[in-house]
C-alpha cells in the first residue's frame, strides 16, 4: 500500500517496516516535549527552556569542523536570548528573521547561550502543550510523521478493535484501544499519556503472557525420543580436561541441566548468571554430555568475536577429548562453509560454535539434540522460538547475564525453567572502583603503570560523533588517545564496518594493542585476560546495569584492576548512582538500586532497558503489570469454555505463536 504520495517518503517509511496505516498508528512516541512556556528567566546551568519570541538577528551559520553550527538572537518580551544549535543543518533554509517561533533548549551558564533542542514555528497555545517525538530515519521528520499518524487515524476510522476482552477492560478501567492510541499520539495531558500507554502496556504484556503459557503447554506435551541415558558423573574426562574445578554452584547447574535433557521432554531452560559467572564452561559441560548421548550441539552467540572466542576455548578443552569442533560465522569463505556444512550433515562435526549464520536455512544438522543460546536477550524472543525449531528433538539452553530480580524473571520466562549461577568462581576477585574527574591525572599514569606491566585497558565513552572539544565521544577522546599512545590503541563503535570492528577486537584480544576505545558495544561477552583497568568517561550517562556489565570485562586473571568512572558535574544523585558501583559488585543488588533509582512513571514507556524488544513495556517499571497480566493469562487458559472475544484473542495469540511472533 501507497502510504504517502511522495516514492522517497514511501521508501523511508518501508525501510522502517512500515507497510500500512495500522503499522504507522501502532508506532508511538519515545519522548514527549513539554512545551509550556518557561516563566522565570533567571535560569540556571542546564536548566531546560522552553520560550516563545522572533527571531531578532539574521541567522549565521558556519561549519568550523565537521559540524554545523548555528546562531541567532531571539526577543521575548523585551529581552534577548542568544540561541547556539549545533548540526542544525536545514535551520537556515526553515527560518528567517521575523519568524515567530516556540524554542526548546537548554541553558549554558557559563557562555551565557541557549543550546537549541526541538523548535516549531508559531505559538503552541491554544494547542496540546505536549509535542510527541518519534525515532525516525535520517530524512523522515517529525512532523511529516505526525500528519501520517493523522491521516492514518482517518482511515482507520471504526476500524481499530479490542484484542482485550471486554470483562478485562472493565476490571482494569481500560480505555478502548482507539482512544488509548489518540491519547497516546497527541495528549493533552500528562494524564492522556499515562492513559493511554496503560492500554498499550497491559496489551502487550497479556498478549505476551498468553503466547508463553501456551508454548509452555505445548513443549511440555512434546515428547523426545529415546536417548542414552546420562549423568554428570560419566563426564570426568570433561572435567579433568578443564584448567580449572568447578566451582559448587557451575557443577549444581550443570548436573541440573544434564539431569533435565534426561527428561522424555524438550528441555527448555534459562541460565542466568552474572557476568565473569562462568556460564560458558557450563555450556561446553551440557554440550559434552550431549556428545556421550551421541548428539551434534551448536552454540550460537551475538557477535563474530564473541563466538571465535567460545571457539577458541572450546578448542583447548574438546581436542583432548577427541572431539571435533567448528567455527561458522558469517565471514568464512565459500569453500571452508561448504566443507563445514557438508561435515555438520555427514555428522563428522560433534558441535558448532558460530553467530546466527548457524540457523541459516541452508545449514543442517544430522542429529542436533542440545542448541545453547549466548547472551539470549541479544537475539529477542521472536528468534529464540525460531532456533528452537531447527531440530525436532532438540533441548535448548539459554544463557544471559542480564540479572533481574526473580519475580520479574518468572513473568518475562514464564516459558522457561530457570538455573542460576550465584557466585563468581573468584572469591577473591577485586576491582577497585572510583569515581574520578576527567581531567584527573591518575588516568594516564595508571594506563601508563598498566602498559609497563605488560597489562591491558578498555577506555569506554558514551558517543560516537563529534559535538564540540570538550565533549566525551569516540571521535574526540579516540582521536586525543591516538594522538598520546601512537600503535597502542584500537577503536570500536556501532557504526564501523563488520570487518572494521573485528580487526579491532582481534588486535586487542591478541595484546597487538593495549587499549581499546570503545562504545558500549564491548559490553558483551568478550573475555580479554589480561585487561585490568577500565575508564568509563562520563559514567553517569550510563544505565547502572551497563556499568556493571562493562566493569565485568577487567579483572578475569585475579591480577589487582581498578575500575574509574569519570563524572565531572556535581549533581548528587548521579554521584549516589555512581556510588552504589564504587560499593557493590553484586549484579542482583546493582539491579534492585537501578530500580529503585529509577522508579516508575518516566514519561516514555520505550525500552530504555535495552533489555528486551517490547514495544511499550519497560522491565524495570512495569513489573507490576506484567504480574497483573500473567494472572490474567492463567485465568483464561484455566476456563473450560470461551467467550467469544476470549476465543479471538487466543487464536489471534495461536496465530502469532505459529508466525514465531512471540512479541507482536
Ligand atoms: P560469563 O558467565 O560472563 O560468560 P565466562 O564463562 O566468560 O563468564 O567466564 C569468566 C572467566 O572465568 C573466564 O575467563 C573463565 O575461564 C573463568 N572461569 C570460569 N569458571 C571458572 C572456575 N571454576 N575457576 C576459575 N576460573 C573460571
Ligand atoms: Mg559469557
Avoid at 182 to 205: M, R
Wanted: proline share 2%; hydrophobic share 35%.
Amino acid at each position: 500500500m501507497k502510504l504517502s504520495k511522495s516514492p522517497r517518503i514511501n521508501s523511508l517509511l518501508y525501510e522502517m517496516g512500515f507497510y500500512s496505516w495500522l503499522d504507522i498508528i501502532n508506532y508511538v512516541p519515545y519522548r514527549y516535549d513539554d512545551l509550556s512556556l518557561t516563566q522565570n528567566f533567571n535560569f540556571v546551568d542546564k536548566q531546560k527552556v522552553v520560550l516563545y519570541g522572533v527571531i531578532a538577528s539574521e541567522i549565521d551559520q558556519v561549519k568550523p569542523h565537521k559540524i554545523t553550527i548555528t546562531k541567532f538572537d531571539l526577543l521575548v518580551d523585551k529581552k534577548v536570548f542568544h540561541v547556539v544549535g549545533f548540526n542544525r543543518t536545514y535551520f537556515n533554509k526553515a527560518f528567517k528573521v521575523g519568524d515567530f517561533i516556540t524554542l526548546i533548549g537548554s541553558y549554558n551558564k557559563e557562555h551565557n547561550y541557549i543550546n537549541l533542542i526541538n523548535v516549531k514555528k508559531g505559538s503552541q497555545e491554544d494547542k496540546s502543550p505536549y509535542l510527541s517525538n518519534y525515532h525516525l530515519v535520517n530524512g523522515l521528520s517529525v512532523t511529516i510523521f505526525s500528519n501520517l499518524v493523522k491521516r492514518a487515524f482517518k482511515e482507520l476510522e471504526g476500524k481499530i478493535y479490542d484484542d482485550i476482552p471486554y470483562y478485562l477492560l472493565n476490571k482494569h478501567h481500560l480505555l478502548h484501544k482507539q482512544e488509548a492510541l489518540t491519547k497516546v499520539h497527541f495528549p493533552q495531558t500528562k494524564d492522556d499519556i499515562k492513559e493511554g500507554l496503560k492500554y498499550l502496556k497491559y496489551e502487550e504484556a497479556l498478549k505476551f503472557s498468553l503466547k508463553t503459557l501456551l508454548i509452555k503447554n505445548e513443549n511440555a506435551k512434546l515428547t523426545k525420543y529415546k536417548k542414552e541415558p546420562i549423568d554428570i558423573d560419566i563426564c570426568q574426562d570433561f572435567l579433568n580436561a578443564l584448567p580449572f574445578k568447578l566451582s559448587k554452584d557451575q557443577y549444581y547447574v550443570g548436573k541440573e541441566i544434564i539431569n533435565d535433557m534426561n527428561q522424555n521432554t524438550l528441555m527448555y531452560r534459562l541460565l542466568q548468571g552474572d557476568v565473569g559467572s562462568g556460564k560458558t564452561v557450563v555450556a561446553f559441560l551440557a554440550l559434552y554430555a550431549n556428545k556421550l548421548r551421541g548428539d551434534q550441539g551448536v552454540l550460537m552467540a551475538p557477535t563474530d568475536a564473541l563466538a571465535r572466542q567460545h571457539f577458541k576455548n572450546a578448542l583447548e578443552i574438546f581436542s583432548k577429548l577427541n572431539i571435533k569442533v567448528e567455527l561458522l560465522v558469517g565471514s568464512i569463505n565459500k569453500t571452508k562453509r561448504k566443507e563445514i556444512l557438508d561435515n555438520l550433515k555427514d555428522g563428522i562435526i560433534d558441535i558448532l560454535i558460530g553467530t546466527h549464520a548457524v540457523f541459516s536455512k541452508d545449514v543442517i544438522y544430522s542429529k542436533l539434540g542440545l542448541a545453547i543460546i549466548d547472551e539470549q536477550h541479544r537475539f529477542g524472543v521472536n528468534q529464540r522460538q525460531l532456533l528452537a525449531s531447527k531440530g525436532n528433538d532438540t533441548d535448548l539452553l539459554m544463557m544471559s547475564a542480564t540479572p533481574i530480580p526473580r519475580s520479574l524473571a518468572l513473568s518475562i520466562y514464564g516459558d522457561l525453567d530457570i538455573s542460576s549461577i550465584k557466585s563468581l568462581p573468584f572469591s577473591n576477585k577485586k576491582i577497585v572502583t572510583k569515581i574520578v574527574k576527567s581531567t584527573d591525572e591518575k588516568i594516564f599514569s595508571g594506563i601508563d603503570y598498566m602498559i609497563k606491566n605488560n597489562r591491558q585497558i578498555y577506555v569506554i565513552v558514551p558517543t560516537i560523533e563529534y559535538d564540540n572539544e570538550n565533549d566525551f565521544s569516540i571521535e574526540n577522546i579516540g582521536s586525543k588517545y591516538l594522538l598520546k599512545y601512537p600503535g597502542r590503541v584500537a577503536i570500536l563503535h556501532g557504526k564501523l564496518k563488520e570487518e572494521e570492528k573485528e580487526e579491532s577486537l582481534k588486535k586487542f584480544y591478541n595484546h597487538e594493542v593495549d587499549i581499546l576505545v570503545s562504545t558500549l558495544v564491548v559490553e558483551v561477552g568478550i573475555d580479554v585476560k589480561s585487561a585490568s583497568f577500565m575508564i568509563i568517561y562520563n559514567a553517569n550517562e550510563f544505565g547502572l546495569a551497563s556499568l556493571h556489565q562493562l566493569r565485568g570485562r577487567i579483572g578475569r586473571d585475579g591480577y589487582p584492576s581498578y575500575c574509574f568512572l569519570t563524572y565531572d558535574g556535581d549533581d548528587k544523585s548521579e554521584q549516589d548512582k555512581l556510588n552504589v558501583l564504587v560499593k557493590s559488585f553484586d549484579g542482583f543488588y546493582i539491579a534492585e538500586e537501578d530500580l529503585k533509582m529509577r522508579g516508575p512513571g518516566q514519561l516514555s514507556g520505550l525500552r530504555q532497558s535495552g533489555l528486551s524488544d517490547f514495544k511499550f513495556l519497560n522491565l524495570y517499571n512495569d513489573i507490576k503489570i506484567f504480574q497483573i497480566a500473567r494472572d490474567d493469562a492463567k485465568d483464561i487458559l484455566k476456563r473450560k469454555e470461551y467467550d467469544k472475544n476470549v476465543y479471538y484473542l487466543i487464536n489471534k495469540c495461536q496465530k502469532e505463536i505459529n508466525d514465531k511472533k512471540i512479541i507482536s
